[in-house]
């Protein structure tokens, strides 16, 4: 079954304490992105990648950090956490980059940050 | 740069009612669109697509269409059913190999029977 897979799923932890989420996508798609959801705010682009070994900036990068060094995967790294990235986390993947492939997503990650 | 909006919500409706969901978006070019939906507890699904202008995008018994003129993709379905409950988010998608999608803030559908 094609699908982006996120881990975990709920995670409390404390302020400072390095997190990684991991994402694994098993379609082969090239582009893979990172979104926090907030309320009222909709889905907001953290970290992209458009293949192995590229990635860049999204709209709100601050305190987080991606690596992608095999195709299926795209972890996201907390090496500080604080409260305010508390958030739902979603991992998403495109066959290619361009503007009319759709994404398909994870089933989130929610991140609590005491 | 690119923004979507849509309608506030939540949405209220009984069983077999008439939606519309209103979605407007600002962008540079030729974008194309999507609506997703989240069920709860659930990642984001695919609902339906359009990629140029006039398109008609449709799944499950939803539909919108590509409206270039009035910069609109409003989401419709004839009867809804309470299955429908979730929280449907409008987004684009611009050209450009690096583009991400960018979201409305999401209006939630509530179904009664």
């Known amino acids: 079954e094609a699908q982006v897979t996120q881990n975990p799923r709920y995670l409390i932890t404390v302020t400072g304490k390095k997190l990684t989420v991991t994402c694994s996508q098993n379609m082969n798609h090239e582009y893979m992105s990172w979104y926090r959801q907030d309320p009222g705010l909709g889905l907001r682009q953290i970290y992209y990648s458009m293949n192995v070994e590229v990635t860049d900036k999204g709209d709100v990068p601050e305190g987080y950090k991606v690596s992608r060094k095999e195709k299926r995967n795209f972890p996201l790294i907390l090496e500080s956490p604080s409260p305010n990235q508390t958030s739902l986390y979603f991992c998403a993947s495109s066959l290619l980059g361009g503007g009319n492939q759709p994404q398909h997503f994870g089933d989130g990650t929610r991140l609590s940050i005491l | 740069g690119d923004s979507v909006t849509q309608m506030e919500g939540p949405v209220t409706l009984s069983e077999e009612a008439f939606l519309t969901i209103n979605c407007t978006y600002t962008?540079?070019?030729?974008?194309?669109l999507f609506w997703y939906v989240q069920y709860p507890g659930e990642g984001l699904q695919l609902l339906l697509k359009?990629?140029?202008?006039?398109d008609k995008g449709s799944n499950k018994g939803f539909e919108a269409t590509y409206r270039k003129e009035t910069t609109s993709f409003h989401l419709e379905k004839g009867s809804v059913q309470v299955s429908d409950s979730a929280v449907y988010f409008c987004?684009?998608?611009?050209?450009?190999?690096?583009?991400?999608?960018?979201f409305g803030t999401g209006t939630r559908l509530q179904v009664t029977l």
């Open positions: 987004a684009l998608r611009n050209t450009g190999t690096a583009s991400k999608l960018t």
């Open positions: 359009a990629t140029k202008a006039d």
């Open positions: 962008a540079t070019g030729y974008p194309s």
